[in-house]
């Protein structure tokens, strides 16, 4: 069995940050690919970030340049560190992992809220 927990989601005003964690456990060793999809009210899922293993990432342009994905592998634990806020931002964030190339077993969070208001 494998799990995906995430932390940090909140209330933030705009132009505030936030620093989401998504801590894969269970029965691999390390994802692939970790990363962030989040979904606004009436709008379909979309991707946010995401990094593999060797540390390559891939933004949505939505955020490029507010936002930073990390990982740390020993842990199997992934970050986004949200920065510039906007109201837009509102969703609820998915984490989302992949623990192989090919034929990957996907696995989703549970996904926190982030609500951006002031």
């Known amino acids: 069995q494998v799990l995906l927990v995430e932390s940090g989601g909140g209330l933030v005003q705009p132009g505030g940050s936030l620093r989401l964690s998504c801590a894969a456990s269970g029965s691999i060793a390390s994802m692939y690919t970790m990363g962030w999809y989040r979904q606004a009210p009436g709008k379909q899922r979309e991707l946010v970030a995401l990094?593999?293993?060797?540390?390559?990432?891939n933004y949505a342009d939505s955020v490029k340049g507010r936002f930073t994905i990390s990982r740390d592998n020993a842990k199997n634990t992934v970050y986004l560190q949200m920065e510039g806020l906007k109201p837009e931002d509102t969703a609820v964030y998915y984490c989302n992992a992949a623990d192989r190339l090919w034929n990957p077993n996907i696995y989703w969070g549970q996904g926190t809220q982030v609500t951006v208001s002031s």
């Open positions: 990094i593999i293993k060797s540390g390559s990432t």
